[in-house]
Each structure stands twice: as C-alpha cells, then as structure tokens.
C-alpha cells in the first residue's frame, strides 16, 4: 500500500462489488466513482505500480486479457458498439498504474466521442454507488470465462 493511492486504499478485499468487480491474475476491475457513463471501468494493477513497464510479463500479458473480457461484457450489459481505453496515470493521488476501459454506446452524444468522452468525467452527476453496485453484479454475470 502506498500513501496517499487512491487505487492501494481501493483494493481491499472488503471494498464493495463496485471496486472489485473481478479480481484475478493481479488486476481489479472497478467501476468509475466520478463519471456519468454507466459502464466505465477501470483496472487497476493490484499491486503498486506506476507505469508500463514495471510490469511484469505475466501482468502485461493478463492486462490484456482483462481489456478483451471487460469489453466483451460491457457490450453485453450496455450494448456499445465498441470500448475506448486509456491509461494516463497523472492525476495526484491516481498516480496508481489503471486504465480506463469505457463504453462507446451506440447512440453516444457525438460532442462526448473520443478524447471527448471525458466530460461524463466533469459534469457533476456520477452513477451512484447503488447504481455501480446493480452494474458490477451485471457486468460480472456476463464476464467470460
């Protein structure tokens, strides 16, 4: 656990679903605290680390599986037409290496695609915690084995 991690602090093994919607192979998938999209994860490395390349073969190898699994299930439960991901890593306190694995919906608001979508992200009206919680037990049902 690092001081001050947001993604350290999150993943406890007593975190509601909404944090650990699957957690395997050194990664966490969680849903997004701070955006309006229904459906935008991230996966987080469970352990402490900050960039790519600290990663192990074995992580980078079950990242990407893990981006394959969660966009499969996320067009099951929301019915997007495809996943945007992203990894940035910056922010203070989110420093933590996560990637960003968001539903592009079909009938997506054409001044929220792309690098745009990141206004579900400012615009002060995040899915609630009760609503995260009903969306991890959906996502987690449609997760591929």
Not at 95 to 120: N, T
Request: aromatic content about 6%.
């Amino acid at each position: 656990m690092s001081d001050a991690c947001y993604a350290c602090d999150a993943a406890s093994p007593e975190a509601p679903l909404r944090e650990q919607i699957i957690r395997e192979r050194g990664w966490r998938v969680a849903h997004d605290f701070n955006s309006s999209l229904e459906g935008w994860l991230i996966a987080a490395a469970l352990r402490h680390v900050r960039a790519l390349h600290e990663l192990t073969t074995t992580e980078a190898a079950a990242m990407g599986d893990l981006v394959h699994r969660s966009s499969i299930a996320l067009r099951e439960v929301t019915g997007c037409d495809k996943t945007y991901v992203m990894l940035f890593a910056e922010a203070e306190g989110f420093e933590h290496l996560h990637l960003h694995v968001v539903p592009r919906l079909v009938d997506h608001p054409e001044d929220r695609r792309g690098p745009k979508v990141f206004a579900f992200m400012h615009d002060g009206a995040a899915v609630s915690p009760e609503r995260r919680d009903e969306l991890a037990l959906a996502i987690r049902a449609a997760w591929p084995s």
